[in-house]
């Protein structure tokens, strides 16, 4: 008897849902855990980005490997190490091993996203149909990651934050048994080779920048450590371009950066999530270490976000599916402008109604975002790299999360600072200015990869990834 999609799509979205959420979640709980651990600001970004980006440089590795191995296989291997690493993390004695097992989740995680999207767009191969079931995924992206400071704060306050990590074990459990029963193997037709070069250039590159932008406040822009990292970043991404466009089979296709959809679609991904991270990150400290208010509290507070991105990614998705993604990217970028707006403003009394309306705006503009840029990500590639392709634009969502909660410390000074006192609501005031340059920058690029002239391009990438490559 044949498994019906919809059964593969909901246990394809229970890793999307362990892994979003929790890379969220964690956020509301940062205080708690700088108390129970006697931490530092700068180790905290740390516990949020060792998990980003081991998942951003990890997932098209992962996607390579399952592609090769089984992506059933590779899928059951993410969740099985997801959950171990989430029982690590739950029973961390100190920041450094909580760090560490944060990495390994992150690990585990690039496992499952890219896999997931490999086995749906295997199992949806009409268009139509597979529109629908990448809203769908977009709307649990935007449901898990908004509902996560929520969960967050609940288990925190009335439980422990470690019990943020035990509910993943349960839930990766199921799904692996789940998944052995009623998801069926598959391989690619022509597997890619594994590329150690460009893998290993992409851990410099992401490592050495993110390195620098979060120690940079307390170590200063001019000390030699800061420099040499940035130089190191700087080189690393040159190489990265001139060792991919000499690979018969490179970790990361160049040419997919011709079309201009896709490379707006990444683009967008990165601007967008770095607007997310630096937004949670901030929020988290402003609410509790401020405004005094507990985790619970905080969660409370910050539930307009959730709901709006749970509204602006169901209606989002079905928007996508029936008018392209237009519509859905410049609503995104007007609102995210205006929530930027609004919160330039913040000071440690500011009203609750101002505090939830930049909220609102935020969300919905977060929500609406999701299923385009997937959708605009594999829209036009053949069916054989639409999980490559998705896989990009989910390390472009890791790579800007985690580069917006580094980024949160450099603007605001709170990587250097030894306490979040009133005066830190006036420090955020530059992170809010950056947010409102990203939603003019998602509307533009939302017009932009709608046009003609950006589909031609696609059309002409489309035909060149078809052709057989030299081995």
Same mark, same amino acid.
């Given at each position: 008897m044949r498994t019906p999609k919809g059964l593969v799509l909901a246990i394809c979205c229970c890793s999307l849902l362990i892994v979003s959420m929790d890379a969220t979640a964690v956020n509301v709980a940062l205080p708690a855990i700088r108390a129970d651990l006697d931490t530092t600001v700068s180790t905290l970004q740390w516990t949020i980005d060792g998990y980003t980006l081991a998942i951003a440089s990890f997932l098209l590795l992962g996607g390579a490997t399952a592609d090769r191995v089984g992506r059933r296989r590779i899928? @059951?291997?993410? !969740?099985?190490?997801?959950?171990?690493?989430?029982?690590?993390?739950?029973?961390?004695?100190?920041v450094e091993t909580l760090i560490v097992a944060r990495i390994i989740q992150g690990i585990g995680g690039s496992m499952l996203n890219p896999v997931a999207m490999s086995i749906i767009t295997n199992t949806y191969t009409d268009r139509r149909e597979r529109a629908r079931a990448v809203g769908v995924w977009g709307a649990v992206v935007g449901v898990s990651m908004g509902f996560g400071p929520l969960v967050g704060g609940l288990l925190t306050e009335h439980v422990s934050w470690r019990a943020i990590f035990w509910i993943n074990v349960?839930?990766?459990? %199921?799904?692996?048994?789940?998944?052995?029963?009623?998801?069926?193997?598959?391989?690619?037709?022509?597997?890619?080779?594994?590329? =150690?070069?460009? @893998?290993?250039?992409?851990?410099? *590159? !992401?490592?050495?920048?993110?390195?620098?932008?979060?120690?940079?406040?307390?170590?200063?822009?001019?000390?030699?450590?800061?420099v040499v990292l940035l130089v190191v970043a700087v080189l690393a991404a040159i190489s990265l371009v001139v060792v991919e466009r000499r690979v018969a089979e490179p970790f990361l296709d160049i040419r997919f950066f011709r079309s201009v959809p896709f490379s707006s679609a990444t683009l967008t991904a990165l601007i967008a999530f770095a607007a997310y991270g630096a937004f949670l990150f901030v $929020?988290?400290?402003?609410? @509790?270490?401020?405004?005094?208010?507990?985790?619970?509290?905080?969660? *409370?507070?910050?539930?307009?976000?959730?709901?709006?991105?749970?509204?602006?990614?169901?209606?989002?998705?079905? !928007?996508?599916?029936?008018?392209?993604?237009?519509?859905?990217?410049?609503?995104?970028?007007?609102?995210?402008?205006?929530?930027?707006?609004?919160?330039?403003?913040?000071?440690?009394?500011?009203?609750?109604?101002?505090?939830?309306?930049?909220?609102?705006?935020?969300?919905?503009?977060?929500?609406?975002?999701?299923?385009?840029? &997937? $959708?605009?990500?594999?829209?036009g590639m053949p069916i054989s @790299?639409?999980?490559?392709?998705?896989g990009v634009a989910s390390t472009c969502r890791q790579?800007? &999360?985690?580069?917006?909660?580094?980024?949160?410390?450099?603007?605001?000074?709170?990587?250097?600072?030894?306490? !979040?006192?009133?005066?830190?609501?006036?420090?955020?005031?530059? *992170?809010?200015?950056?947010? &409102?340059? %990203?939603?003019?920058?998602?509307? %533009?690029?939302?017009? %932009?990869?709608? &046009?003609?002239?950006?589909?031609?391009s696609t059309e002409q990438v489309s035909l060149?990834?078809?052709? =057989?490559?030299?081995?």
């Open positions: 899928f @059951q291997v993410g !969740l099985t190490v997801f959950g171990l690493a989430s029982l690590l993390c739950s029973l961390a004695p100190n349960p839930i990766a459990l %199921v799904a692996v048994i789940l998944c052995q029963f009623f998801v069926p193997e598959s391989r690619a037709a022509r597997p890619r080779r594994i590329d =150690p070069f460009g @893998q290993t250039l992409t851990i410099v *590159l !992401l490592a050495s920048l993110v390195y620098a932008l979060i120690e940079a406040p307390e170590a200063g822009w001019g000390s030699p450590r800061i $929020n988290a400290l402003y609410l @509790q270490q401020v405004r005094g208010l507990s985790p619970f509290e905080a969660g *409370l507070r910050m539930l307009p976000l959730a709901l709006t991105i749970l509204v602006a990614s169901l209606a989002s998705g079905r !928007l996508v599916s029936r008018f392209g993604t237009r519509p859905s990217l410049v609503f995104s970028g007007a609102m995210l402008a205006l929530s930027g707006i609004s919160l330039s403003f913040l000071t440690a009394d500011t009203s609750w109604a101002l505090i939830a309306a930049a909220y609102v705006l935020f969300g919905l503009g977060f929500g609406a975002i999701n299923a385009p840029i &997937t $959708n605009t990500a594999v829209s @790299q639409a999980g490559v392709a998705a790579t800007g &999360t985690a580069i917006g909660v580094a980024l949160a410390g450099t603007l605001t000074g709170a990587g250097a600072a030894s306490n !979040l006192g009133p005066s830190f609501a006036t420090a955020t005031h530059p *992170l809010w200015w950056m947010v &409102t340059g %990203v939603g003019i920058g998602v509307l %533009v690029l939302g017009i %932009v990869a709608s &046009t003609r002239w950006a589909h031609r060149l990834l078809e052709e =057989p490559v030299a081995a």
